[in-house]
């Protein structure tokens, strides 16, 4: 009998809640006029990073190629992909980051490290207990203003 009281409690409460939301506060809508809609203007700021000069260009690794080295400037963002011929897990070593990675789906990694260093680029296969040296990730200092 309990279980009931608290299971009816609890859609009255859901119930209630709904009600509520929809009632709270309507959708924005266009006057007609052709005008977007006005919205209301957050009170705190919010910092935004200026844009670059320049977007980095994609890093790309493929398994089966030569070894080689990437740079990045250090603060800059970059997205790093590596396409593999086979399922496994890709790794950049030093940054804290793994991904799973498939023939038709490979790894990709949003990259922003603002120390300078350099981080191997691994893969590892699914039927293999050691993984491949695919290339070297090296952030370099940025250039002073």
Known sequence: MELR???L???IVLGLAAVVSSLARPPARNSGDGAAPRTERSAT?????????????????VVGRPRKTE?????DA???TVVVEEPGEVSLDGLGLTAAA???????????STRPGRHAVRF???????????????IVPAPLP
């Open 5 to 7: 009281r608290a299971l």
């Open 9 to 11: 409690l609890f859609a």
């Open 45 to 61: 700021p919010t910092a935004t990073a200026p844009p670059s000069a320049s977007p980095a260009p994609p890093i790309r690794f």
């Open 71 to 75: 740079t990045l400037k250090a603060g």
């Open 78 to 80: 970059a997205t790093v």
């Open 102 to 112: 498939e023939p038709l789906a490979p790894a990709r990694f949003d990259v922003l």
């Open 124 to 138: 590892r296969a699914l039927r293999d207990t050691e993984s491949r040296l695919l290339g070297v990730l090296q």
